[in-house]
């Protein structure tokens, strides 16, 4: 899986693998179009995402990966895109709360990185997050899949 995304521009595309999981199995993500999802922090927003509902604002240069993946009808699962939340520097992109977005294809083509490579192929991920205001924009897993 970590193979399929190389060569996506994103740092993160390569590095993903090395982040802490923090669920404990791969979920139906209805904002990722419906695809089964897991979540992975760096260890610069570790502690802070593990608040969960308690996260009032995370570190700059928290990053959070989602691969994802959908399971057809002939149950063989299907690789997605590799969806990735980055906490930048107050003034990145006030736009987005200073949250670049990138969104990376199976085979390494990136969709989308906010600020960057088609910057309007990620614009419906803050749209979105804007729900999780409360909880400095992140959607978090339900918590029966979070990692205690």
């Known amino acids: 899986m970590a193979k399929s995304y190389t060569g996506g521009k994103h740092w993160a595309a390569t590095r993903w693998k090395g982040f802490t999981q923090v669920t404990t199995q791969p979920y139906t993500s209805a904002t990722h179009g419906g695809r089964q999802v897991q979540n992975l922090v760096n260890k610069i927003g570790l502690k802070a995402y593990k608040k969960f509902d308690d996260i009032k604002a995370v570190p700059i240069g928290s990053t959070m990966a989602k691969p994802s993946f ?41 969709m989308g990185v906010t600020k960057a490579t088609n ?24 918590e029966e899949y979070r990692v205690k």
């Open 70 to 110: 959908t399971v057809g009808k002939d149950g063989q699962a299907k690789l997605g895109p590799l969806f990735i939340m980055e906490k930048m520097t107050r003034g990145f992109n006030a736009d987005t709360s200073n949250w670049r977005y990138a969104a990376i294809l199976p085979g390494g083509q990136t």
């Open 119 to 142: 910057s309007a192929g990620v614009t419906f991920c803050h749209e979105c997050h804007v729900s999780g205001e409360d909880n400095d924009f992140l959607l978090l897993a339900p």
